[in-house]
């Protein structure tokens, strides 16, 4: 069945953004298609709950030191340029840092708000971004990459993790990786190591890292690496990686994974053919096309037909439900001190299978129907349950006062059920499940109307409507 | 006109929820004798052991009292100022319970203003102080108001709304009285100081938003000493402004923090932290372009303010400048 043009502009909000309100997609809907994928690749800063409110209100998020995805999820839930917190949650789940052995927060704060700010640059830089990145330094051990003394961990991931993949490089190729990269290590990085390696908060608490280049530690010899040779140091270095086609399909494929369709885990990808390989051929061709920009490869994409017919062909990742139903209904939107509901609802993130900032490891998330098990079904259920069938929430609230202005419209069961759904921006639903969400709202519309039509439906219908719809498969999906 | 200097740092970090060390310390005041009370605020999830804690300023660490968090009479959710009146009873603001908590010297539990609506609500109470006959001035940053009260907590008169004109604030967070009982506010998110006199007639401002000198980015505290200098805790450029009485720029405090005697003696048990410490270099560095910020230089660079969220003046005329996330406090005089 063809997709109408709002159907369309509610998959692009889901996948570029965390999806869209009934509101939102009124904005986007009138603009065309290719317009709104320029809306959300924009290059604005974005507006988002500002960091003096935020650090007035939780005196602990200003020092970074806990608790730091109640930060980060202030900015996920209201930025209204979405894609870029999207794109820096979508490297977070490559780069995958973890709090567990850094013990230092406000380092991967900033490497998220780097993720951020570089995340839809050109990829080279990225890279490069992330070679002087503190937390990667620590959490891969470079500061431990001594001239006299390498340490390959970096060396290794950047190839087998963030570019290239498994079988495309030697073993040779790693040691000479790791040889370029040494001498990139943080300020102060054996005291800041042995801090966090004891997890000592003393005497003034935790510092926070920069990068620092030490010449005197650094291997400037000859290299041999992927076939060229010179004195290549981690620039250099980045710069024949990401022009490598095995790096371009594995973006590609991560892209894919992200932001089309649910792949195999990476570990995987080895030896399990994509599941299109059109797409990733298409996506492989636009990164070199485009000179490794993330930003034009995500035009390229979101204009593909492949990507406007792969509604629903994707499981919500945990923070992208939590997120995208706290967007619905408008929670906390305004800091409250001494209030603690921001850290426990990023805290249900990590029972549904992820904890931002503490990816399980280096490999970060498993994802797709991963993300799906008996328990984890039903935190995810309950959640959204209990957050749309909340009539306190501003969004709620919203939600409900849209629909009652157009009851009139909207007062039979068929036309209700509509309405819900396209309130909660979910714009379709399968044949099966609307039939028997109009089963239900027949029976408590008749029941309490008896019949007849009414000026308001009450609140309790819409929130149990609300609740039925946030309980379906597809809410599930994006 | 002299130079403020730098003369000590007091306690250090500890994140446990008793005894000595603080962990995002608010505020601070003087009881009659010199002790010097602290706001301990904890934070976040980790909010068991929010509680005031009494030392010297020898650093001899002495009690502690009001150890929550709870809604009971004797302690907090969210304390943000206290401040002792001339019978040395100490008053101490709660702005999530919207309540003024009062204690004696010794911190039993006096009184509560603000539950039941007796003898008055609050919203959202932050920045207290007392004029020379011990009327209560109260900051309600939520209604964007200073609120003026006899001893004993009757209402007595109330100014402000929230805007931007002179009189308005907008957040309001810090108060103080200088010795004409003159009272002055730090308009937090308006990044001015506002005089007034203690009926509320409104008498001057003070600063605008920016980074240079004389300008403030959500300033939260104001002190004043006995010749009428004028300190503000500059918290969202992470420093301190020094002005004269008439609200001209004099002197711009960064931070000098050494170590204070509670540090050392943490250092001196965990060698190698020290050995490794002593081979770094915590002051200021270049730093990535993205970093040039105050707040980044701060959480980079350790004797530096980071957090200055309060400025008291003792009965010496020292400086006494508490930092949340650096969980200490720098200690100046007049040179």
């Known amino acids: 069945m063809k997709q109408t043009h709002r159907e369309l502009i509610a998959h692009l909000a889901r996948r570029a953004g965390f999806g869209a309100t009934s509101s939102e997609l009124d904005f986007y809907s009138s603009m065309s298609y290719e317009d709104a994928v320029d809306e959300f690749l924009n290059d604005r800063e974005g507006n988002s709950i500002p960091d003096d409110l935020i650090f007035r209100r939780h005196v602990d998020l200003h020092t970074m030191q806990g608790h730091n995805a109640a930060y980060w999820a202030y900015r996920l839930i209201s930025t209204d340029n979405p894609l870029k917190e999207k794109v820096a949650l979508f490297w977070h789940g490559i780069f995958a840092t973890a709090e567990l052995k850094l013990n230092n927060l406000g380092s991967l704060n900033n490497q998220v708000e780097m993720f951020s700010r570089c995340g839809l640059g050109k990829f080279d830089d990225l890279l490069k971004e992330l070679s002087m990145d503190p937390a990667m330094l620590v959490w891969l051990d470079n500061h431990d990459n001594h001239k006299d003394s390498i340490n390959e961990n970096y060396g290794r991931e950047i190839l087998e993790l963030f570019s290239m993949g498994v079988g495309n490089y030697t073993e040779d190729d790693i040691k000479e990786c790791a040889r370029a990269f040494t001498g990139w290590t943080v300020k102060n990085g054996e005291y800041m190591s042995t801090m966090g390696f004891k997890d000592s908060i003393w005497p003034y608490g935790r510092i926070q890292w920069h990068y620092e280049f030490r010449e005197e530690d650094h291997d400037a010899g000859i290299k041999t690496f992927l076939g060229e040779q010179g004195p290549f140091d981690g620039q250099d270095i980045i710069e024949i990686i990401s022009r490598q086609e095995a790096t371009a399909r594995f973006i590609a494929r991560h892209i894919y994974n992200y932001?089309?369709?649910?792949?195999?885990?990476?570990?995987?990808?080895?030896?399990?053919?994509?599941?299109?390989?059109?797409?990733?051929?298409?996506?492989?061709?636009?990164?070199?096309?485009?000179?490794?920009?993330?930003?034009?490869?995500?035009?390229?994409?979101?204009?593909?037909?492949?990507?406007?017919?792969?509604?629903?062909?994707?499981?919500?990742?945990?923070?992208?439900?939590?997120?995208?139903?706290?967007?619905?209904?408008?929670?906390?939107?305004?800091?409250?001190?001494?209030?603690?509901?921001?850290?426990?609802?990023?805290?249900?993130?990590?029972?549904?299978?992820?904890?931002?900032?503490?990816?399980?490891?280096?490999?970060?998330?498993?994802?797709?129907?991963?993300?799906?098990?008996?328990?984890?079904?039903?935190?995810?259920?309950?959640?959204?349950?209990?957050?749309?069938?909340?009539?306190?929430?501003?969004?709620?609230?919203?939600?409900?006062?849209?629909?009652?202005?157009?009851?009139?419209?909207?007062?039979?069961?068929?036309?209700?059920?509509?309405?819900?759904?396209?309130?909660?921006?979910?714009?379709?639903?399968?044949?099966?499940?609307?039939?028997?969400?109009v089963n239900v709202a027949r029976q408590v519309i008749n029941h309490e109307n008896e019949g007849a039509n009414v000026d308001n439906i009450p609140q309790e219908t819409i929130i149990q409507m609300f609740k039925l719809i946030g309980s379906c498969r597809e809410y599930q999906l994006c | 006109m002299s130079q403020v200097k730098y003369l000590k740092t007091l306690g250090f970090n500890s994140n446990q929820p008793i005894g000595r060390g603080f962990n995002y310390p608010y505020d601070i005041d003087f009881s009659s004798d010199g002790r010097i009370f602290l706001i301990n605020r904890m934070g976040g999830l980790n909010s068991r052991g929010v509680r005031i804690q009494i030392f010297t300023y020898e650093e001899e660490w002495l009690e502690e009292f009001g150890t929550g968090p709870g809604t009971e009479n004797d302690n907090f959710i969210t304390p943000v100022c206290l401040s002792f009146d001339s019978r040395d009873r100490v008053f101490i603001t709660d702005e999530y319970l919207n309540e003024i908590k009062i204690f004696d010297n010794r911190g039993n539990f006096l009184e509560r203003w603000g539950q039941n609506n007796f003898p008055r609500s609050f919203k959202g109470p932050a920045g207290i102080g007392h004029g020379s006959d011990d009327s209560v001035f109260v900051v309600e940053q939520y209604k964007s108001c200073v609120t003026k009260l006899s001893p004993d907590g009757d209402f007595l008169s109330s100014w402000g709304k929230e805007g931007k004109n002179p009189g308005e604030f907008n957040l309001p967070w810090g108060l103080t009285l200088d010795q004409d009982d003159n009272v002055y506010i730090a308009d937090w998110r308006n990044d001015r100081i506002q005089k007034f006199s203690c009926d509320g007639d409104f008498i001057d401002s003070f600063g605008s938003s920016g980074t240079k000198p004389g300008e403030f980015h959500r300033p939260s505290s104001v002190a004043v000493d006995s010749i009428g200098m004028i300190y503000v805790a500059d918290w969202g450029n992470e420093r301190v402004q020094v002005l004269t009485p008439t609200g001209d720029f004099h002197q711009m405090l960064r931070g000098e923090a050494t170590l204070s005697t509670w540090a050392e003696e943490w250092l001196e048990v965990n060698p190698d932290e020290y050995d490794l410490r002593k081979e770094s270099n915590l002051h200021i560095q270049t730093l990535p372009k993205h970093l040039q910020t105050p707040y980044h230089t701060a959480s980079q660079t350790e004797p530096i303010f980071w957090g200055p969220v309060s400025v008291k003046i003792d009965a010496y005329d020292k400086l006494f400048v508490t930092e949340h996330s650096r969980h200490r406090i720098q200690v100046y005089h007049q040179s």
């Open chain 1, 259 to 437: 932001f089309i369709a649910d792949e195999v885990p990476v570990p995987q990808w080895s030896e399990t053919t994509p599941r299109d390989p059109d797409a990733i051929a298409f996506i492989s061709d636009s990164y070199h096309r485009n000179e490794h920009s993330i930003k034009e490869v995500l035009r390229d994409v979101f204009n593909s037909q492949f990507f406007k017919e792969s509604a629903f062909m994707r499981v919500k990742s945990p923070a992208e439900l939590v997120i995208g139903t706290l967007r619905k209904t408008g929670e906390y939107q305004t800091p409250v001190g001494g209030e603690t509901g921001i850290f426990t609802v990023m805290e249900e993130s990590g029972f549904m299978g992820q904890k931002l900032l503490d990816p399980p490891s280096v490999e970060g998330w498993h994802t797709g129907e991963e993300w799906i098990s008996s328990g984890s079904l039903v935190e995810r259920v309950n959640f959204v349950t209990s957050h749309l069938g909340d009539h306190n929430h501003p969004g709620v609230k919203e939600m409900i006062e849209k629909l009652n202005s157009t009851t009139s419209e909207n007062n039979d069961p068929d036309s209700f059920v509509d309405a819900c759904i396209d309130t909660l921006g979910l714009d379709k639903i399968s044949e099966d499940t609307r039939f028997e969400l």
